[in-house]
């Protein structure tokens, strides 16, 4: 079956079409050759178009997109217009289900589920607590069904659902309990898709089967979270109620103690949801060193021009990922891993090596060589960058979130209704 992703992010939409081949259970699901991927980014201002296959950008376009609406619209202008890896025309007729990333599905959606007007409604519903996902998310899901209409089935595969196994423990806030009932306030953990994929990523690469495995995920880019993962089962995250707890991010500013809302609110004389927007959009890196949240950015300044605010703003993004690895590391009783994504994680080996140094308490030993060698990956392609006699091994994996959701998507429709 031929399958579109579409992974709308809050200012970037990431698309895929491939052939997910069916086996004999729910679970035998092969992945074809991807047949074409792309991105647009810099939504809401200019946007940058590219489409490529095989690891190749074919085509490369920019033009002002004020939302995703729009954004979606371009996409699909060009794939009518595209062939696939092996110069075939690709025709928007031959795709036969379509599987969107929803940032936040709350206690409600434990598994993919089937897109239909209660759906959208209910993830719609859930928008308060994603105010800046959940919408985008529903305009990649209206628009794909309004382009290639009601008959093609649709999927949604929840960001929040692989965290849904982690134990009432990890979850709950020490609120009092009756009135974080009625507020539906919990640990609910983002990221999910990308933390699931690194797991089977891992997995594959090792040839061990998930539930035999204890490892520990990094998903670090704009947005950062760290997952300890049991036998293929998320049993704790950073990310809590909202993206914003955890790790110190690209604009957020991860842990803070909650007394410091209302404090500011009243120093600045500013309502209490200034403080967060500032919490979401001006802290984390781009706060700290009062420049970028470009992490590229932050250590050519640390390194070349000495600036110490980037030096700093280093210093703490490193430091919260290792006390977080450290924390996760006595939850599972030790790992057999360590394994980094995203952004940060898979492009930046000075990154990996500041948080992975002083760590030789627990076995890992860091391959130096290996760490800087670890750059350009392909979605899914893995390297080990610790050394061979290490007893933690620390692994970089390219996330493949689209992947994830194409066999997720199989995985719904062929599943008993």
């Given at each position: 079956m031929?399958?579109?992703?579409?992974n709308?992010?809050?200012?970037?939409?990431?698309?895929?079409?491939?052939?997910?081949?069916e086996?004999?259970?729910?679970?035998?699901l092969?992945?074809g050759p991807?047949?074409?991927?792309?991105?647009?980014k810099?939504i809401?201002?200019?946007?940058?178009?590219?489409?490529?296959?095989?690891g190749t950008v074919?085509?490369t376009?920019?033009?002002?997109?004020?939302?995703?609406?729009m954004?979606l619209?371009w996409i699909?202008?060009?794939?009518k217009?595209?062939?696939?890896?092996?110069?075939?025309?690709?025709?928007l007729?031959?795709v036969?289900?379509v599987?969107?990333?929803?940032?936040h599905?709350?206690?409600?959606?434990?598994?993919?589920?089937v897109?239909?007007d209660?759906?959208?409604?209910?993830?719609?519903a859930?928008?308060?607590?994603?105010p800046?996902?959940?919408?985008?998310?529903?305009e990649?899901?209206?628009?794909?069904?309004s382009?290639?209409?009601?008959h093609?089935?649709?999927?949604a595969v929840?960001?929040t659902?692989?965290?849904?196994t982690?134990?009432?423990k990890?979850k709950?806030y020490?609120?009092?309990?009756?009135l974080?009932s009625?507020?539906?306030?919990?640990?609910?953990?983002?990221?999910?898709?990308?933390?699931?994929?690194?797991a089977?990523?891992?997995?594959?690469?090792?040839?061990k089967?998930?539930s035999?495995?204890?490892?520990?995920t990094?998903?670090?880019?704009?947005?950062c979270?760290?997952t300890?993962?049991?036998g293929?089962?998320?049993?704790?995250t950073?990310m809590?109620f909202?993206?914003?707890?955890?790790?110190v991010m690209?604009?957020?500013?991860?842990d803070?103690?909650?007394?410091i809302?209302?404090?500011?609110s009243?120093?600045?004389?500013?309502?209490?949801?200034?403080?967060?927007?500032?919490?979401?959009?001006?802290?984390g890196?781009?706060?700290?060193?009062?420049k970028?949240?470009?992490m590229?950015e932050?250590?050519?300044?640390?390194i070349?021009?000495?600036d110490?605010q980037?030096?700093l703003?280093?210093d703490?993004?490193?430091y919260r990922?290792?006390?977080y690895?450290?924390?996760?590391?006595a939850?599972?009783?030790?790992?057999d891993?360590?394994?980094?994504g995203?952004?940060?994680?898979?492009?930046s080996?000075?990154?990996r090596?500041r948080i992975?140094?002083?760590m030789?308490?627990?076995?890992l030993q860091?391959?130096?060589?290996?760490?800087h060698?670890a750059?350009?990956?392909q979605p899914?392609c893995?390297?080990?960058?610790s050394?061979?006699?290490?007893?933690?091994?620390?692994?970089?994996i390219?996330?493949?979130?689209?992947?994830?959701?194409?066999?997720?998507?199989?995985?719904?429709l062929?599943?008993p209704?």
């Open positions: 031929r399958v579109l992703v579409i709308s992010g809050s200012s970037s939409i990431k698309f895929q079409i491939a052939d997910v081949c086996g004999e259970s729910n679970q035998d092969t992945l991807i047949l074409l991927r792309g991105s647009v810099g809401g201002a200019t946007g940058t178009l590219t489409l490529g296959a095989g074919r085509k376009l920019t033009q002002p997109v004020s939302n995703h609406s954004a619209q699909f202008e060009h794939l217009q595209c062939e696939d890896e092996r110069g075939n025309a690709l025709s007729s031959d036969k289900a599987g969107h990333r929803v940032v599905g709350g206690d409600r959606f434990a598994q993919p589920v897109i239909d209660a759906v959208e409604a209910e993830i719609d859930l928008s308060e607590l994603a800046l996902h959940n919408p985008v998310c529903l990649g899901i209206r628009g794909a069904r382009i290639l209409g009601a093609v089935p649709m999927v929840f960001d659902a692989f965290h849904q982690m134990p009432v990890a709950t020490a609120l009092p309990l009756a974080a009625r507020h539906h306030i919990s640990r609910y953990g983002f990221h999910g898709i990308a933390h699931a994929s690194l089977d990523g891992y997995a594959a690469f090792v040839g089967p998930l035999e495995t204890r490892i520990i990094l998903q670090l880019g704009n947005g979270s760290v300890a993962i049991a293929g089962k998320s049993v704790d950073s809590g909202t993206p914003l707890e955890g790790l690209g604009t957020r500013s991860g803070v103690d909650p007394s809302v209302s404090y500011l009243e120093r600045e004389q500013v309502e209490a949801s200034e403080v967060e927007r500032l919490l979401n959009e001006q802290s890196l781009l706060g700290m060193s009062g970028t949240h470009d590229r932050l250590l050519h300044a640390a070349q021009e000495h110490e980037a030096q703003a280093i703490v993004f490193c990922a290792k006390k690895i450290g924390a996760y590391l939850v599972l009783g030790g790992a891993a360590i394994i980094f995203g952004g940060i994680g898979e492009g080996p000075d990154i090596e992975c140094e002083g030789g308490w627990c076995g860091m391959d130096p060589e290996r760490n060698a750059v350009g990956l899914g893995v390297a080990k960058i050394t061979e006699h290490s007893s933690l091994n620390v692994y970089v390219a996330t493949d979130e689209e992947t994830w959701i194409a066999q997720e998507t199989m995985r719904c062929r599943a209704r």
